[in-house]
């Protein structure tokens, strides 16, 4: 689980390059998504903290220094979140409220592995954005990640 957070973390970096580079003022629909990503990552983190989450919306509209902000504040939270997990953690119940107020239980593993999807889903989203302005996107798979981890160590 841990090598996925290390490689969302990596691709949400590249992602913010990517939206910063398609012009001098990114795509509205663009920044919309991104945001979405980040906000959805800062929520579901609450979650798995047992923190509230109800004020915490999940389309907001950041600025690209606020997209910054909040990859750091959740690279780093997953980060301390995941690190000191065993395997019994991620077989835990978690206990949230949905956006229409219903109450779930789902494991950890299981929204860790939601979060990590959810996110791969958006930075495509992004991806195809940069595609159609005519830039070239930059690749933000794990095999990506992988092989540069390998060349640098």
Same mark, same amino acid.
């Given at each position: 689980m841990? #090598?996925?957070?290390?490689h969302? +973390?990596?691709?949400?970096?590249?992602t913010?390059e /990517? !939206?910063?580079?398609?012009?001098?003022?990114? %795509?509205?629909?663009?920044?919309e998504?991104?945001?979405?990503?980040?906000?959805s990552e &800062?929520?579901w983190? *609450? #979650?798995?903290?047992? /923190?509230? %989450?109800?004020?915490m919306?999940l389309?907001p509209r950041?600025s690209? &220094?606020?997209? *910054?902000?909040?990859i +750091? /504040?959740t690279?780093?939270?997953y980060?301390r979140?995941i690190?000191?997990l065993k %395997?019994?953690?991620?077989?835990?119940?978690?206990t949230?409220?949905? $956006? #229409?107020?219903?109450?779930?239980?789902?494991?950890? &593993?299981d929204?860790?592995a939601?979060?990590a999807?959810h996110? @791969?889903?958006?930075?495509?989203?992004? $991806? *195809?954005a @940069?595609? &159609?302005?005519?830039? !070239?996107?930059?690749?933000t +798979?794990?095999? @990506?990640?992988?092989r /540069?981890? $390998?060349?640098?160590g």
């Amino acid at each position: 689980m841990w #090598r996925l957070f290390e490689h969302a +973390d990596w691709a949400n970096r590249r992602t913010l390059e /990517e !939206v910063q580079s398609l012009s001098g003022s990114p %795509d509205p629909h663009v920044l919309e998504i991104f945001s979405h990503m980040l906000a959805s990552e &800062k929520v579901w983190l *609450a #979650r798995l903290r047992g /923190e509230p %989450d109800a004020a915490m919306p999940l389309h907001p509209r950041y600025s690209l &220094k606020q997209c *910054a902000s909040l990859i +750091d /504040e959740t690279g780093n939270g997953y980060c301390r979140y995941i690190a000191p997990l065993k %395997d019994a953690d991620l077989q835990k119940i978690v206990t949230y409220r949905n $956006t #229409r107020g219903i109450e779930c239980n789902m494991q950890a &593993k299981d929204i860790l592995a939601h979060v990590a999807l959810h996110s @791969a889903h958006h930075r495509g989203q992004i $991806t *195809a954005a @940069a595609r &159609k302005a005519g830039s !070239v996107p930059i690749h933000t +798979d794990y095999i @990506a990640f992988a092989r /540069e981890e $390998t060349r640098i160590g």
